[in-house]
């Protein structure tokens, strides 16, 4: 729990609080908080900021809003009341494993060119997010950004040109970063990662690929 | 920016029970004196919710509803909902409230952020049709007590923000509020706001340590 060296910025747990991301960065947003303690506390600090706003003005109600509300309240829960616990060595957290249809194996896996493989996981179309597996000691094919891409390490590690990312850890990438991420030796490394746009590959290869492979 | 964003209802109160924070003169806030504490916590929304918790008081619950629902009717107007659906899902949130009472954790936040959160999670649900992924819950169990001065401190950093939010100048105010609702700029809202997010933070991350080892 406490090993998480590269958390997520400001801007990105206020969008969540306040309702302003694409769902595939909700999606690692929460995924990361599952794991870490420490964002989530700020979190609920923006959270909280909400909660003070909410104090600031109020709109009328019909008259019998609250007689409404008793009935609704004795017709029940329309969806059962979930609660999320998390899940004794599963390597996913409970909103990915909700995206994933279950732990790790569950994931169907599509081969791309390099060795990686990758499942596109289905969200809103304003931005998109995808499980990757990298082989241990493979790169990642080379690519720049256009717009955000968040990548959080789940299983084993990757190294870039500055920094190591393991579990927990999630990387925050924008147009500026061109960088190439390496899994370490030893084990796959799996990543959850969004992006608001296409990545852009600069390998011929991966180029010609990437309509195809959706990338 | 809506003309109607910065009108305040000042009569509002009037017809309210004297817990909520806003009615405090601000003179009282300086004086933290253990029978303020105690008077306060016998009688705040924290305490009420509670009670639809444990007795399914439906007194307590129209207490509630008569403050927040028009709060969260007004919210969910302003972030781009008509107001016959704000109508509606302001008292589907409010019917959630009862439902998930249990889940309320008094040491991690306020009712108002927590109403805030179901609210805001409604919105998503009717006004954008996207599903919200949600972190794992870290709840008590239904038997499990938080301690109670931890639910004080928190009410009371609580009650700072909200002072601290009245005291910003107009400008920067409107800027957080249009962040919250509706009308986004990413680079805007990352501005510094001075406002006593950390300690809220660091009293939210204690909870959360007591809360981890409670459960080891």
């Known amino acids: 729990m406490s090993n998480i060296n590269h958390h997520l910025n400001d801007a990105l747990l206020m969008g969540y609080a306040t309702a302003n991301l694409p769902e595939a960065f909700s999606l690692v947003v929460a995924t990361h908080i599952s794991l870490c303690d420490d964002c989530r506390a700020r979190l609920e600090s923006f959270e909280a900021l909400g909660g003070a706003l909410l104090d600031e003005e109020v709109a009328d109600l019909t008259d019998d809003a609250l007689d409404a509300t008793f009935a609704l309240i004795d017709d029940g829960p329309k969806e059962p009341i979930k609660v999320t616990q998390p899940a004794k060595d599963a390597v996913f957290p409970s909103p990915l494993r909700d995206y994933v249809g279950g732990d790790l194996s569950a994931v169907q896996w599509r081969t791309i060119p390099g060795g990686v493989k990758q499942a596109v996981l289905e969200t809103s179309k304003d931005a998109t997010v995808r499980l990757l597996s990298i082989p241990a000691g493979a790169a990642m094919p080379d690519h720049g950004h256009r717009g955000t891409e968040l990548t959080l390490v789940l299983k084993g590690a990757f190294k870039d040109e500055d920094d190591r990312f393991a579990r927990g850890d999630i990387e925050i990438a924008n147009e500026d970063l061109h960088h190439t991420p390496i899994a370490e030796e030893g084990e796959d490394c799996i990543c959850l990662a969004a992006t608001d746009a296409p990545l852009r590959f600069r390998g011929l290869i991966p180029r010609i690929a990437q309509p195809f492979f959706g990338i | ?216």
Not at chain 2, 69 to 96: D, H, I, N, Y
Not at chain 2, 207 to 213: E, S
């Open chain 2, 1 to 216: 920016m809506p003309k109607d964003m910065i009108i305040r209802d000042v009569d509002e109160h009037v017809d309210l029970p004297s817990y909520g924070s806003t009615m405090r003169p601000p003179d009282t806030r300086k004086k933290k004196t253990m029978t303020n504490m105690v008077e306060r916590s016998k009688d705040d929304w924290t305490a009420l919710v509670r009670r639809i918790h444990i007795d399914k008081d439906r007194r307590a619950f129209a207490s509630v509803f008569r403050h927040f629902a028009p709060r969260v009717k007004a919210f969910l107007m302003k972030s781009g909902t008509s107001e016959a659906l704000a109508e509606e899902c302001t008292q589907e949130v409010m019917a959630t409230l009862w439902q998930k009472a249990h889940l309320f954790d008094p040491a991690r936040a306020s009712v108002s952020t927590w109403i805030y959160t179901i609210a805001r999670n409604k919105m998503i649900d009717a006004l954008r049709k996207q599903k919200r992924p949600e972190p794992e819950d870290l709840t008590w169990g239904p038997e499990e007590e938080p301690d109670q001065a931890d639910v004080v401190m928190m009410q009371q950093e609580s009650d700072r923000l909200v002072q601290a939010i009245s005291d910003l100048p107009e400008k920067q105010k409107l800027l957080i509020e249009r962040a919250y609702f509706g009308e986004l700029s990413h680079s805007e809202i990352a501005e510094e706001t001075g406002l006593p997010l950390g300690t809220i933070k660091s009293r939210i991350r204690l909870a959360l340590d007591r809360l981890r080892h409670a459960m080891k």
